[in-house]
């Protein structure tokens, strides 16, 4: 079945160093891609999607190209903030179906 | 205007009793999904309702149940407690279009500790 790999956290960086989450997937057909972030003690925010392959989705400095050729999602910003602490969560999504997410990737900023 | 609410935001319950979880979709939604969340197993899917009809459905035990109201507002229900039932019970929402892009939002989730 599908199943969606993110890179073991946690991922400590320095504020304003470059950020890569890696993103690899198991899937049928063209699912869509999503990344969602999770702040402490809150829900799930939608970050990027992307809907087909080479789209590549951002949103708030962050980015992720969807490549079917290495089946990756892989998630960048070129500098973070001790506000982008939080836990980062790939997923794909086939058509009628529901989200399939990988186990998460925890990100600390220190100053 | 308005997110996915959920209530109660925590609740602890003891083992062998039942827990109803309630949440409104954003407005105009009709499709309300649920998710639990737990450190070992991570995010999973437990099941959608759309125009008060279950559309699909995870892998879960029949002692998880839910069910969606002619308004949208959807509630899940879990019998028979279990410890590892303990969880955050995450419930999504999104329009009625059924494309993988369409995009699916979350509510704050409940946070639901067995004891």
Redesign the interface.
Known sequence: GDSVTQMEGPVTLSEEAFLTINCTYTATGYPSLFWYVQYPGEGLQLLLKATKADDKGSNKGFEATYRKETTSFHLEKGSVQVSDSAVYFCALRHSGYALNFGKGTSLLVTP | KAG?TQTPRYLIKTRGQQVTLSCSPISGHRSV?W?QQTPGQ??Q?LF?YFSETQ??K?NFPGRFSGRQFSNSRSEMNVSTLELGDSALY?C?SSSSD????N???????SWLTVV
């Open positions: 996915v999904s998710y991570g995010l899917f959608e559309r699909n995870g995450l999504a059924t494309s993988s892009g995009t699916i939002y979350f509510g704050e989730g």
